[in-house]
């Protein structure tokens, strides 16, 4: 199955409107985490140890497409935590995508197969289930057997049915390419959408600082994982690959992807959250990004995020007219 060609269309005519309104800070996604409680607690993530206070807290279906409406993204990522946790992620996907809204699920994959009933196949609705390696590697980084082939048996069932299924992987140090690539082909097989790859950002709040990469070694790792002789469908635009293996340099725009949690708005982004807003304008605000990126915060000096560096890459097509036809080419090649 094929990312939908209706949403490479609403994404184009999204970044035209606002370039005609002149707006030069505006989101793409929405990340919405309704919950931050998870049935895991894996070694690189921030949000269970950094919400530990607020995890019986649940966002009510209206505060949910309050958030949607505020930031006008087309694209609703709902993440956590884990959404299929939430007694009411059905409706709340349903109610965004009845908007016309492109909205994609992460999950941990452990309630898919079980969940799935609730759900109904739509070019709006994709599913992504996030895998860190093969067998041994995933159920290592979650810290529980079995996690691995219940997510596959769930991705399976999910396709089967004909939901639109995408990955997602984050990169740490000691990632295994061989082990990736082994990965990549078996969900290649299964028919996934496509595979998209992110290095692991050092949260304050994660138990093992040791585990993340610095900017060198990220590029590094990513020039093998991403080698264009495997021909896997990465899902990423091609841009921010490139800016994965070194090739190209963007600035941090995190302002393209925000994101409200049971505590309001992250400010400044999805990773670092000073503080949270009630506002999402803040966010949006030119004058707050001149205290954070790479070079003007030591937080950022590693960070090459899909959430931030990804939408620069869009950006900075947007601006430069082969940039934008290297993207449309690889967007339909798949
Ligand atoms: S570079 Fe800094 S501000 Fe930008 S996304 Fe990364 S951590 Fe956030």
């Known amino acids: 199955m094929r990312r939908p060609w209706r949403l490479d269309l609403r994404m184009a005519r999204y970044l035209l409107a606002q370039k005609a309104k002149r707006r030069t800070h ?16 894996c070694a690189g993530c921030g949000r269970v140890r950094e919400y530990a206070a607020v995890m019986d807290r649940r966002l009510a279906g209206d505060a949910c497409l309050e958030a949607v409406h505020a930031s006008g993204a087309p694209i609703v990522s709902i993440s956590g935590g884990e959404p299929l ?16 809204r492109f909205v994609y699920l992460c999950t941990n994959g452990l309630l898919l197969g079980e969940t799935l009933d609730r759900f109904r196949p739509s070019p709006y609705l994709s599913f992504v289930v996030h895998l860190d390696g093969t067998e041994a590697v995933h159920d290592r980084v979650t810290a529980r057997p079995g996690t691995y082939r219940t997510a596959i048996a769930g991705i399976r069932q999910a396709i089967a049915r004909g939901f639109r299924v995408s990955t997602n992987t984050t990169l740490f140090r000691g990632s295994d390419v061989e082990d990736l690539h082994r ?3 078996t969900l290649t097989a299964f028919g996934v ?10 949260y304050r709040d994660a138990t093992d600082q040791g585990f993340f990469l610095d900017r060198q070694e990220s590029i590094e790792v990513f020039r093998r994982v991403l080698d264009p002789a495997k021909g896997y469908r ?4 091609p841009l921010y690959l490139d800016f994965l293996r070194g090739e190209r340099d963007v600035d941090c725009a995190a302002w393209t992807t925000v994101t409200y949690t049971v505590l309001g708005w992250r400010k400044p982004c999805y990773v ?16 707050l990004w001149a205290a954070y990126g790479p070079g003007r915060d030591r937080r950022c000096a590693n960070c090459m995020m899909h959430s931030s560096f990804e939408g620069a890459s869009i950006l900075e097509a947007f601006s430069r007219p082969r940039d934008l036809l290297t993207v449309a080419r690889e967007e339909r090649r798949g």
Not at 32 to 41: D, K, S, V, W
Not at 193 to 202: D, F, H, I, K, N
Not at 274 to 287: F, I, K, T
Request: include cysteine; glycine fraction near 4%.
């Open 234 to 237: 990465f899902y990423n635009n």
């Open 193 to 202: 959408e496509g595979l998209m790859v992110s290095p692991g950002y050092a």
């Open 272 to 287: 670092l959250a000073d503080e949270h807003v009630e506002d999402v304008q803040e966010l949006l605000n030119p004058a």
């Open 26 to 41: 505006f989101p793409f996604v929405t990340m919405l985490e309704p919950l931050e409680a998870c049935n895991l607690r």
């Open 85 to 100: 946790l939430h007694a009411e992620i059905a409706a709340i996907a349903r109610a965004i995508i009845e908007e016309r």
């Open 183 to 185: 990965l990549f082909s």
